[in-house]
Every structure is written in structure tokens, then in C-alpha cells.
């Protein structure tokens, strides 16, 4: 419907047809009433039919919202479904192996409990051999940058 008139409206009203109305043609409806054209009721019918043209608009539109929050809640719980296989075969894992390193024999087991001591407290000491050589390399170019400047 292009351009509806009062009489459109009024029929709509009259034979309960205003439910399956599409919702541009209720926008068109409450434009109509908004310009009060045709004047054909009184003010009071005005506010009361232009509010139950927005009670329509409103449940529609609610409607619409329920339909898209259904399929993102049945998204949502597929991901959680999802990480719930993932994560739970990895924690069975984690914990199967850390039983599996915890059956060490008694006479290891205080040298087990030094090395995860010495493993999670760093203990500064020498550089290893690899870090020296490096330096030493340094200290050459620099004591033959020196002997230059010395010499001159």
C-alpha cells in the first residue's frame, strides 16, 4: 500500500486486520495520524489507535530481538560445549603425567625435589663459556683500539 488513507485505517481497525499489517504500512498509518489528516475521529481516538499502532510496532520489533538472541545464545553454548571437549582431555592429560612423574623411587626423590628447586629459582653465577668467549673478543678489539690511541 503506496499511500493509505483514514478510511484504510479505519477498515483495518474495524475488521481486526491491523495484526498482519506489514510495518511500513503501520509507519505510513502513524504518519497519517501524526498529520491529522481526514478528520474523521476524535483526538482521543487519535492517541488511542497511534498507541496501539506502536504496541504493534514494539512487539514485532521485540519479537525480532528474541528470534536473533536465541541464535546467539545457541552459539554461545556451542562454544562452551566446544571448549569444554577441548579443555577436558587436556587437563586428564596434564594431570596423567604429572602422576606419571610423581612415581620416581624414594631415592630420587630428594634429588627430584632439589632440581624443580633449582629449576624455578634462577641462581646467578658465571656466565657459560659460549658468553665469554664474546667477551674476551670484545676486550681484543678494544685493548688494540686503545694501543692506537696510545701510540699516537
Known sequence: ???PTPQDLQNALS????????SETLKKYLI??????????PQQEYIVIGNTINSILMQ???DNLNEKNALTQKLVIALTVASLLV???QIWFAYKSDKRAETVPETHSTLQSENKLQMSIPI???LP??????LQV???????KNEKTSSQ
Open 60 to 62: 514485532r520489533h521485540i
Open 87 to 89: 579443555g577436558i582431555p
Open 124 to 126: 646467578p653465577g658465571p
Open 15 to 22: 475488521d481486526g486486520s491491523i495484526e498482519s499489517v506489514n
Open 138 to 144: 670484545v676486550d681484543e678489539k678494544t685493548k688494540k
Open 129 to 134: 663459556s659460549s658468553h665469554q668467549a664474546g
Open 1 to 3: 500500500m503506496d499511500n
Open 32 to 41: 497519517l495520524l501524526s498529520q491529522n489528516s481526514g478528520a474523521w475521529a
